[in-house]
């Protein structure tokens, strides 16, 4: 059981944020990661589709006999929570708890503000989580739509970045918030536009960082940790394969991916 790979899928490449965490904190872990290609992006999509989407990207993990599963999608985190952890029947981790608790616990002021997809704005689970860990702290959240096409782009440093980054960010500088969720997984590699549009002094949240501690938790409370010394086994799936799949993939988990193999019984 515990040489089995932790299980982690997201509606596309965002995800592999989250993996990089993982792989950081939890050298030792085989990994199966699935990314929905074929029906990205699902912030803009209502929350019934989403389910469902999760619905069938939990059985294809399952499929793989995955030990747990990680949900490295704001949205499905938001929406769908409930529907991965009675599919599974295994232990669940998504990205909004542990990117809420990790908040708090920066914040000096309780003033915290939120970005993320439509899906996860409108749907205050960062607030409802933030509020369950205090409900003192007050929270500003925004949506940024364009800083995932910007990311995939490559667009780090881009003038156009930074512009669209200062022209989102403003109306959360204004709230004098002192940390900010960064509540899209594709966000992180936007981090120095974000960091500079809210001045220095904002603590930038990372929640595949925090999962991937509660992750760690999660591994040791079920006794599941992978104690092999073999090179871990980190296998990719996507249910369609864009041409820059790869290339993009690698800057986001920060190093070369190798094969990524198409998912069956996806289009």
């Not at 006794?223 to 990719?236: A, D, G, M, W, Y």
Request: proline share 5%; hydrophobic share 45%.
């Amino acid at each position: 059981m515990n040489s089995k790979p932790i299980g982690v899928f997201d509606s596309g490449i965002g995800g592999l944020t989250v993996v990089r965490a993982l792989m950081r904190r939890l050298p030792k872990e085989n990994i199966v990661y699935f990314g929905d290609t074929a029906r990205v992006p699902y912030g803009p999509k209502s929350p019934q589709v989403v389910r469902e989407y999760a619905a069938q990207d939990v059985d294809f993990l399952l499929s793989k006999d995955v030990k747990m599963v990680v949900i490295a999608c704001n949205t499905v985190s938001s929406v769908a929570l409930d529907v991965v952890q009675k599919d599974a029947k295994l232990p669940v981790v998504g990205v909004i708890l542990p990117g809420a608790t990790a908040a708090v616990k920066a914040s000096k002021k309780k003033r915290i503000g939120v970005i993320g997809t439509r899906a996860t704005v409108n749907s205050n689970a960062y607030t409802n989580a933030i509020r369950q860990v205090d409900e003192e702290v007050e929270v500003f959240a925004r949506e940024c739509p364009l800083f995932v096409p910007l990311a995939e782009e490559g667009w780090v440093d881009h003038k156009v970045t930074v512009m669209v980054a200062k022209e989102y960010l403003f109306p959360l500088k204004l709230e004098k918030i002192d940390t900010l969720i960064l509540g899209c997984t594709h966000y992180p590699i936007l981090h120095r536009a974000i960091q500079d549009a809210v001045d220095g002094g904002v603590a930038l949240i990372d929640s595949g960082e925090a999962t991937a501690i509660a992750v760690e938790k999660l591994l040791e409370q079920h006794n599941l940790r992978n104690p092999s010394e073999r090179i871990p086994n980190v296998q990719f799936y996507v249910s369609d394969v864009p041409a820059k799949f790869t290339e993009i993939g690698e800057r986001f988990l920060g190093q070369r991916m190798g094969r990524v193999q198409k998912a069956e019984g996806f289009g």
